[in-house]
């Protein structure tokens, strides 16, 4: 599996972008997909995810709660990310990461991250 994310770019706080993550590749199913970052000189964390079941609403970091909103166009095996009100503390490079099941063992992948910078 493939991931490959784009949408990335240098913004005013305040402002917008929207991340895009196209899903290539042989795969059976997906439990889960979702979005990570990681700033300068910082560990990788959960911006959002989402279980893939019917209904199951995406999981918010605390600190986007209310400004990012998860969302996937499965018949294009593509997420997306919009993020809103921007603040210099999103500052990172995001990941788009998705993980499935096959044969009863656990799998994952990530994209190669796309960077974003909002100036103050």
């Known amino acids: 599996v493939q991931l490959q994310a784009s949408g990335g770019g240098l913004v005013q706080a305040g402002g917008s972008l929207r991340l895009s993550c196209a899903i290539s590749?042989?795969?059976?199913?997906?439990?889960?997909m979702g979005w990570y970052r990681q700033a300068p000189g910082q560990g990788r964390e959960l911006v959002a995810d989402?279980?893939?079941?019917?209904?199951?609403?995406?999981n918010y970091a605390d600190s986007v709660k209310g400004r990012f909103t998860l969302s996937r166009d499965n018949a294009k095996n593509v997420m997306f990310l919009q993020m809103n009100s921007l603040k210099p503390d999103d500052t990172a490079v995001y990941y788009c990461h998705v993980q499935g099941y096959y044969s009863g063992r656990s799998w994952d992948s990530w994209g190669q991250g796309t960077l974003v910078t909002v100036s103050s």
């Open positions: 590749g042989s795969f059976h199913a997906l439990n889960s």
């Open positions: 989402v279980i893939m079941t019917s209904g199951a609403r995406p």
